[in-house]
Nanobody, 126 residues
């Protein structure tokens, strides 16, 4: 069964940190870019970061730049999203996805990704 499974979400106070993991099974993650998306309550799912298959190119949405760090360990078939200096507006369900964005600008398009995880909830609140 081909799947991605996110973990690491939870409740954290503003200013805190969380590390999300995205584990692939049934396929080799090496061949794909990994994207992280989030969906806040009542809002559309938005792309927040992407890392290419080799891990040497990363891109971030302005809303998380300087606070979040995307990484991957192909040997473990896993991707990560380190989230620091969390704000209440970071609250939402976080999804990882694997795909092959065709253009630099398409990294945040949902249509660029073939496999999706079920999501993990992140709540930033005091």
């Amino acid at each position: 069964q081909l799947q991605l499974v996110e973990s690491g979400g939870g409740l954290v106070q503003p200013g805190g940190s969380l590390r999300l993991s995205c584990a692939a099974s049934g396929f080799t993650l090496d061949y794909y870019a990994i994207g992280w998306f989030r969906q806040a309550p009542g809002k559309e799912r938005e792309g927040i970061s992407c890392i290419n298959s080799s891990g040497d190119s990363k891109i971030y949405a302005d809303s998380v730049k300087g606070r979040f760090i995307i990484s991957r360990e192909n040997a473990k078939n896993t991707g990560y999203l380190q989230m620091n200096s969390l704000k209440p507006e970071d609250t939402g369900v976080y999804f990882c996805a694997a795909g092959r964005p065709a253009y630099a600008a398409s990294w945040s398009w949902r249509s660029s990704y073939f496999y999706w995880g079920q999501g993990t909830q992140v709540i930033v609140s005091s």
